[in-house]
Nanobody, 123 residues
Framework: QVQLVESGGGLVQAGDSLTLSCTAS????????MGWFRQAPGKEREFVSA???????FYADSVKGRFTISRDNTKNTMYLQIHSLKPEDTAVYYC?????????????????WGQGTQVTVSS
């Protein structure tokens, strides 16, 4: 059974940086296509970033240049570094594992979701 546990969210100020973590069990991070989605209040869940098993990275246009996805294979953990946080980054951030060989840039391509971690950015 795959379990994804996110951590690192919190209340921060605009301009701050934050690193979210996602520790996986039942799935090897280094060989899985994993990523992050987020859902802001009153909005649909949206793709943020993906990291494939062979190391390719993908980012939503809205976060390019500010977000960095990475992983530590020894800890079986994936990370999302967020810089220059903006109030519009306020959302619940979800760790994901894609289905099969899909990259996981669409919610329909996701096989497993974490429980989410709240990020709130004050202006």
């Amino acid at each position: 059974q795959v379990q994804l546990v996110e951590s690192g969210g919190g209340l921060v100020q605009a301009g701050d940086s934050l690193t979210l973590s996602c520790t996986a069990s039942g799935r090897t991070v280094s060989t899985s296509n994993m990523g992050w989605f987020r859902q802001a209040p009153g909005k649909e869940r949206e793709f943020v970033s993906a990291l494939t098993g062979n190391g390719n990275t993908f980012y939503a246009d809205s976060v390019k240049g500010r977000f960095t996805i990475s992983r530590d294979n020894t800890k079986n953990t994936m990370y999302l570094q967020i810089h220059s946080l903006k109030p519009e980054d306020t959302a619940v951030y979800y760790c994901t594992v894609a289905q099969g060989r899909r990259v996981g840039m669409r919610a329909s391509e996701i096989g497993y979701w974490g429980q989410g971690t709240q990020v709130t950015v004050s202006s």
